[in-house]
């Protein structure tokens, strides 16, 4: 082609022509970014603004909740029906002792009592005027209500009623929303304030009949609510966020109604005005959207100077193109590469060029499609090797699975079956499989077989599940859980089959039954336990009524088996109690009942029972518990047993109140002495000592469960500086009316009920508490508490010590142990163990009733003893008495000598501290130093 006739123009117009498409298509998805972003910063800012919402509603609701937490604070303290006067409920003296902490602890504005009239008894604070009917509506509903009020500012109120059955007066509690407002802006980092009605007419706006609420928004903001307020409806913006521009600057607006909604006044309703400053965000996805704009520009151009030069390139190899075709059909695909390649290209050529170029591109895809297939073909045939072991794998999981898995068609016919199926059917694979299922089904199971033909049939669904039985090739029936699903195989014209599964629950029904025999058999003996006990007698009972005959309950209870567990262990306790359940089964008759119903305590039902059968049988049984003693460890036990007999009627009708009364003759036998039995009579005094136990066992719970036992502390003062240094914690039971139990009168009771550990337990975390609480005060006091000898043998105390001083905020030097001698004597190796432990936990142990014992001296030295307590029993008499002012004096010098510090108990006057401070005893305490009483 001649020079003349080269064609630079279509380069250039297919440039021009290109550039035009592609700028209208970067205008286009640029300005189509730019509205997706815009559209990501609206659900965002949407998003931002309903987690803001959720963030005041919760923190309006968390403060209802605890102004109703301190409202059942406050109602606890009076169990008493508020009196109709005005005179103040008998709680008011706490209150106006407590008013000052609550306020700022509750951050409250007012608290008032309301009498069962409605009428003010007392208020706290700065009250809120409150509706009398929306007093009288509180205490005729008897619900507490919620009030929101917004006048100067805005409150939350909260009404509850007084009484546990009838409102017998109201109690108001007032917070104000400033808290709220300020954990609103630290939580979101936005601005809230609060619009209440405008009643002031002269100032109402033109759009909004609100106004602020003082000290709520910033002073930033106010100009954006006078700006929206004056031009905009407040429609635009009740629960709805709105984008307001103002003065160069951007704002999210939103109002929403204040939480609950049943709580805003109707006639004063109050919102939330939530305003977040948005400018930074806005202009930023302006400047992005430019700089997009820019960049798509930017890359246009350079996109269009390659283009042009690509151009130019490609319409060089069209030249041989037509030489470079036979070579492609032949497959010569390296010699038509060589031909397409172009040297010394004339410029002008471009529409040949690009042809070249795609001549070229040809030849490199035909090439790498004629690689690809024989790669692929080299694959697939991998694959069905892979998929043919995966095939032999489900194969072989089939076939080693223990569930009974086969197919048949959907007239019956088996397909295959795995081995598990063989085995559960009992014969071969031949036997089995082109055999109808229904075959190998006992007779017994029309349903299954009705609901399986319906599967069949597809008018119940495409699955069942059954429980039924499988009949063997021998005959023999297995209980079985079948699962039949109706499954479609592909490819064969929607032909289906049916997936039959099969588990043998056989054996976990033996598991269940065994599990059902645990649940009511004692282990031990294999006697019935308490739980089937009860049972049987509510039976026996039911048909002694029908028919008219009496039951005997024998409770019996073994004498001095603790002796035997205690001594020779566990293992050895419980072949005693086999050895007794074997004696009492040959003394009993055959159409008797015996249990064991607790630890060392059995229980025997005699029907048709008479006053000689029954005497007959409570002699045999101890005389053949006598008979035959047992050896244990090589010592030989006799065993006896205290019983203790009811009968019904005569005794009681229900089972509880004859197992009462039986537990009762039984009581009345083991105070009479060993292997002795008594019949049940209402007449006797032991009925009172049980009513009494009953009652303390009631007591104690109580106080335990409803937190009734409190701390006095009496002081101790250190007898040089002449300050208190620590106090001893001394328990009491506070009853309904403010009386105080000492321990004296309970503790005894607490011991044989077996809940002294649990009163040591709550004392012991009362102690910590106050410790803490002391701490945070500032107070420098050490606290000791009494840790009585029964505690030695409780393995578990020292976990529940270590874990209780163990807190990061108790500081263990402040915690003193007291332990008396005489419970170091009862059990040396338990206590020795147990003082060691507090001591690495680095609490410090005082040394009880210093001077009694003969072992004081070597305890000094034996133990890491801090403080010794010098028995009151020489101080009391200590100014009149020689004798004891020697004896103190050297048992003073002693613990000196082994660096103990010496604290003289029972001080109660000013001449006996005078001779104490003479002989240099450390520290005093006694009722001249201080009473017993709670410590603030």
Same mark, same amino acid.
């Given at each position: 082609?001649?020079?003349?006739?080269?064609?630079?123009?279509?380069?250039?117009?297919?440039?021009?022509?290109?550039? !035009?498409?592609?700028?209208?298509?970067?205008?286009?998805?640029?300005?189509?970014?730019?509205?997706?972003?815009?559209?990501?910063?609206?659900?965002?800012?949407?998003?931002?603004?309903?987690?803001?919402?959720?963030?005041?509603?919760?923190?309006?609701?968390?403060?209802? =909740?605890?102004?109703?937490?301190?409202?059942?604070?406050? !109602?606890?303290?009076?169990?008493?029906?508020?009196?109709?006067?005005?005179?103040?409920?008998?709680?008011? &003296?706490? *209150?106006?002792?407590?008013?000052?902490?609550?306020?700022?602890?509750?951050?409250?504005?007012?608290?008032?009592?309301?009498?069962?009239?409605?009428? #003010?008894?007392?208020?706290?604070?700065?009250?809120? @005027?409150?509706?009398?009917?929306?007093?009288?509506?509180?205490?005729?509903?008897?619900?507490?209500?919620?009030?929101?009020?917004?006048?100067?500012?805005?409150?939350?109120?909260?009404?509850?009623?007084?009484?546990?059955?009838?409102?017998?007066?109201?109690?108001?509690?007032?917070?104000?929303?400033?808290?709220?407002?300020?954990?609103?802006?630290?939580?979101?980092?936005?601005?809230?304030?609060?619009?209440?009605? %405008?009643?002031?007419?002269?100032?109402?706006?033109?759009?909004?009949?609100?106004?602020?609420?003082?000290?709520?928004?910033?002073?930033?903001? /106010?100009?954006?609510?006078?700006?929206?307020?004056?031009?905009?409806?407040?429609?635009?913006?009740?629960?709805?966020?709105?984008?307001?521009?103002?003065?160069?600057?951007?704002?999210?607006?939103?109002?929403?109604?204040?939480?609950?909604?049943?709580?805003?006044?109707?006639? #004063?309703?109050?919102?939330?005005?939530?305003?977040?400053?948005?400018?930074?965000?806005?202009?930023?996805?302006?400047?992005?959207?430019?700089? =997009?704009?820019?960049?798509?520009?930017?890359?246009?151009?350079?996109?269009?100077?390659?283009?042009?030069?690509?151009?130019?390139?490609?319409?060089?190899?069209?030249?041989?193109?037509?030489?470079?075709?036979?070579?492609?059909?032949?497959?010569?695909?390296?010699?038509?590469?060589?031909?397409?390649?172009?040297? %010394?290209?004339?410029?002008?050529?471009?529409?040949?060029?690009?042809?070249?170029?795609?001549?070229?591109?040809?030849?490199?895809?035909?090439?790498?499609?004629?690689?690809?297939?024989?790669? %692929?073909?080299?694959?697939?045939?991998?694959? !069905?090797?892979?998929?043919?072991?995966?095939?032999?794998?489900?194969?072989?999981?089939?076939?080693?699975?223990?569930?009974?898995?086969?197919?048949?068609?959907?007239?019956?016919?088996?397909?295959?079956?795995?081995?598990?199926?063989?085995?559960?059917?009992?014969?071969?694979?031949?036997?089995?499989?082109?055999? @109808?299922?229904?075959?190998?089904?006992?007779?017994?199971?029309?349903?299954?077989?009705?609901?399986?033909?319906?599967?069949?049939?597809?008018?119940?669904?495409?699955? $069942?599940?059954?429980?039924?039985?499988?009949?063997?090739?021998?005959?023999?029936?297995?209980?079985?859980?079948?699962?039949?699903?109706?499954?479609?195989?592909?490819?064969?014209?929607?032909?289906?089959?049916?997936?039959?599964?099969?588990?043998?629950?056989?054996?976990?029904?033996?598991?269940?039954?065994?599990?059902?025999?645990?649940?009511?058999?004692?282990?031990?003996?294999?006697?019935?336990?308490?739980?089937?006990?009860?049972?049987?007698?509510?039976?026996?009972?039911?048909?002694?009524?029908?028919?008219?005959?009496?039951?005997?309950?024998?409770?019996?209870?073994? &004498?001095?088996?603790?002796? /035997?567990?205690?001594?020779?262990?566990?293992?050895?306790?419980?072949?005693?109690?086999?050895?007794?359940?074997?004696?009492?089964?040959?003394?009993?008759?055959?159409?008797?009942?015996?249990?064991?119903?607790?630890?060392?305590?059995?229980?025997?039902?005699?029907?048709?029972?008479?006053?000689?059968?029954?005497?007959?049988?409570?002699?045999?049984?101890?005389?053949?518990?006598?008979?035959?003693?047992?050896?244990? +460890?090589?010592?030989?036990?006799?065993?006896?047993? +205290?019983?203790?007999?009811?009968?019904?009627?005569?005794?009681?009708?229900?089972?509880?109140?004859?197992?009462?009364?039986?537990?009762?003759?039984?009581?009345?036998?083991?105070?009479?002495?060993?292997?002795?039995?008594?019949?049940? +009579?209402?007449?006797?005094?032991?009925?009172?000592? $049980? %009513?009494?136990?009953?009652?303390?066992?009631?007591?104690?719970?109580?106080?335990?469960?409803?937190?009734?036992?409190?701390?006095?502390?009496?002081?101790?003062?250190? $007898?040089?500086?002449?300050?208190?240094?620590?106090?001893?914690?001394?328990?009491?039971?506070?009853?309904?009316?403010?009386?105080?139990?000492?321990?004296?009168?309970?503790?005894?009771?607490?011991?044989?009920?077996?809940?002294?550990?649990?009163?040591?337990?709550?004392?012991?975390?009362?102690?910590?508490?106050?410790?803490?609480?002391?701490?945070?005060?500032?107070?420098?006091?050490?606290?000791?508490?009494?840790?009585?000898?029964?505690?030695?043998?409780?393995?578990? *105390?020292?976990?529940?010590?270590?874990?209780?001083?163990?807190?990061?905020?108790? &500081?263990?030097?402040?915690?003193?142990?007291?332990?008396?001698?005489?419970?170091?004597?009862?059990?040396?190796?338990?206590?020795?163990?147990?003082?060691?432990?507090?001591?690495?936990?680095?609490?410090?142990?005082?040394?009880?009733?210093?001077?009694?014992?003969?072992?004081?001296?070597?305890?000094?030295?034996?133990?890491?003893?801090?403080?010794?307590?010098?028995?009151?029993?020489?101080?009391?008499?200590?100014?009149?008495?020689?004798?004891?002012?020697?004896?103190?004096?050297?048992?003073?010098?002693?613990?000196?000598?082994?660096?103990?510090?010496?604290?003289?108990?029972?001080?109660?006057?000013?001449?006996?501290?005078?001779?104490?401070?003479?002989?240099?005893?450390?520290?005093?305490?006694?009722?001249?130093?201080?009473?017993?009483?709670?410590?603030?």
């Amino acid at each position: 082609m001649e020079k003349s006739q080269l064609f630079f123009s279509l380069r250039w117009k297919v440039a021009l022509l290109l550039g !035009s498409v592609l700028l209208i298509l970067h205008s286009f998805f640029s300005y189509t970014s730019y509205l997706n972003a815009k559209t990501n910063f609206v659900m965002a800012r949407e998003a931002v603004q309903t987690s803001h919402v959720g963030l005041a509603k919760a923190l309006t609701e968390d403060s209802f =909740l605890a102004l109703q937490q301190f409202a059942s604070l406050v !109602s606890s303290l009076n169990h008493s029906s508020v009196h109709k006067t005005k005179s103040p409920p008998h709680n008011g &003296d706490v *209150i106006d002792k407590n008013w000052l902490q609550w306020q700022l602890n509750w951050q409250l504005e007012s608290l008032t009592l309301f009498d069962k009239r409605g009428m #003010s008894v007392k208020s706290w604070g700065n009250p809120l @005027v409150m509706p009398e009917l929306a007093v009288q509506g509180v205490l005729k509903n008897t619900h507490p209500k919620q009030h929101i009020y917004c006048v100067t500012g805005c409150f939350q109120q909260l009404m509850t009623p007084l009484g546990e059955k009838s409102a017998q007066g109201a109690l108001s509690t007032v917070r104000s929303f400033v808290d709220i407002i300020d954990k609103y802006k630290q939580a979101s980092g936005s601005d809230i304030g609060i619009l209440m009605a %405008n009643t002031d007419t002269e100032d109402a706006n033109r759009h909004w009949p609100y106004k602020l609420s003082t000290a709520n928004l910033s002073e930033q903001n /106010i100009p954006v609510f006078e700006f929206v307020s004056a031009h905009y409806p407040i429609s635009d913006f009740l629960n709805r966020r709105k984008l307001v521009g103002l003065t160069g600057r951007f704002f999210d607006v939103s109002i929403m109604s204040i939480p609950p909604q049943d709580a805003t006044s109707p006639d #004063s309703p109050a919102y939330f005005l939530l305003i977040d400053e948005v400018t930074t965000s806005v202009r930023h996805l302006e400047k992005e959207a430019r700089q =997009l704009w820019l960049y798509g520009l930017i890359g246009l151009g350079l996109v269009l100077l390659l283009l042009v030069w690509l151009l130019q390139d490609w319409l060089r190899r069209i030249g041989k193109l037509s030489q470079a075709f036979p070579l492609l059909l032949q497959d010569q695909y390296d010699q038509c590469r060589e031909q397409l390649t172009i040297r %010394n290209v004339r410029y002008g050529h471009d529409e040949l060029d690009k042809l070249n170029e795609l001549a070229l591109n040809l030849v490199n895809q035909l090439q790498n499609s004629e690689q690809e297939v024989h790669g %692929n073909t080299f694959e697939l045939m991998e694959k !069905s090797q892979h998929l043919a072991k995966e095939r032999d794998f489900i194969h072989q999981l089939i076939e080693v699975a223990p569930v009974i898995i086969l197919t048949q068609k959907l007239n019956g016919i088996i397909l295959n079956v795995n081995q598990a199926g063989i085995n559960g059917f009992e014969t071969d694979r031949h036997s089995i499989v082109g055999k @109808v299922f229904d075959i190998f089904l006992p007779e017994s199971e029309r349903e299954h077989l009705k609901k399986l033909n319906e599967l069949r049939s597809g008018i119940e669904g495409e699955q $069942l599940q059954i429980t039924g039985f499988l009949m063997t090739k021998a005959g023999k029936q297995k209980e079985t859980s079948w699962l039949h699903t109706v499954v479609k195989v592909n490819g064969y014209c929607d032909e289906a089959v049916i997936l039959t599964l099969g588990i043998d629950v056989s054996v976990s029904k033996v598991a269940q039954e065994k599990m059902l025999r645990m649940a009511t058999y004692d282990y031990v003996t294999g006697l019935s336990n308490r739980r089937k006990f009860e049972d049987d007698f509510m039976l026996e009972l039911a048909s002694a009524k029908r028919y008219g005959y009496q039951v005997a309950l024998f409770y019996l209870d073994l &004498d001095k088996f603790k002796v /035997i567990n205690d001594r020779e262990g566990r293992e050895a306790g419980d072949k005693a109690l086999t050895h007794v359940a074997t004696v009492l089964k040959e003394a009993m008759r055959l159409t008797d009942l015996l249990s064991r119903i607790g630890g060392d305590e059995f229980a025997l039902i005699m029907p048709h029972a008479d006053a000689k059968g029954v005497e007959h049988i409570a002699q045999k049984i101890n005389r053949v518990l006598l008979a035959q003693d047992i050896a244990l +460890s090589g010592r030989r036990y006799k065993i006896t047993a +205290s019983i203790g007999v009811a009968i019904f009627p005569l005794h009681g009708l229900m089972t509880t109140e004859l197992l009462k009364n039986a537990d009762c003759a039984m009581y009345q036998a083991k105070a009479a002495g060993h292997g002795q039995y008594r019949i049940f +009579s209402p007449d006797s005094d032991y009925q009172d000592k $049980l %009513n009494l136990m009953l009652h303390w066992r009631e007591t104690i719970e109580d106080a335990i469960a409803n937190d009734k036992f409190i701390l006095y502390y009496q002081p101790i003062r250190n $007898l040089k500086t002449g300050i208190i240094s620590h106090f001893e914690c001394l328990i009491r039971l506070q009853k309904e009316d403010g009386q105080l139990i000492m321990p004296t009168d309970f503790i005894n009771y607490a011991e044989e009920l077996g809940l002294a550990g649990r009163i040591d337990r709550l004392v012991l975390k009362k102690v910590v508490q106050k410790h803490i609480e002391l701490n945070r005060q500032g107070k420098d006091y050490k606290l000791t508490i009494n840790l009585s000898g029964r505690l030695f043998n409780d393995v578990t *105390i020292f976990d529940d010590i270590s874990w209780l001083i163990k807190d990061r905020d108790v &500081d263990p030097g402040k915690i003193i142990f007291e332990i008396a001698e005489t419970a170091i004597v009862s059990n040396f190796a338990a206590a020795d163990r147990l003082i060691a432990q507090i001591n690495e936990l680095g609490c410090l142990i005082a040394f009880d009733n210093f001077g009694v014992g003969f072992s004081s001296v070597y305890y000094l030295n034996r133990f890491p003893i801090a403080y010794v307590k010098i028995d009151g029993s020489f101080i009391r008499k200590i100014d009149k008495s020689d004798d004891d002012k020697v004896f103190v004096k050297a048992l003073s010098g002693v613990a000196q000598a082994y660096g103990k510090k010496t604290v003289a108990e029972s001080v109660e006057s000013e001449e006996a501290l005078t001779i104490l401070k003479e002989i240099g005893i450390d520290f005093v305490q006694g009722y001249y130093i201080g009473d017993p009483a709670p410590l603030d």
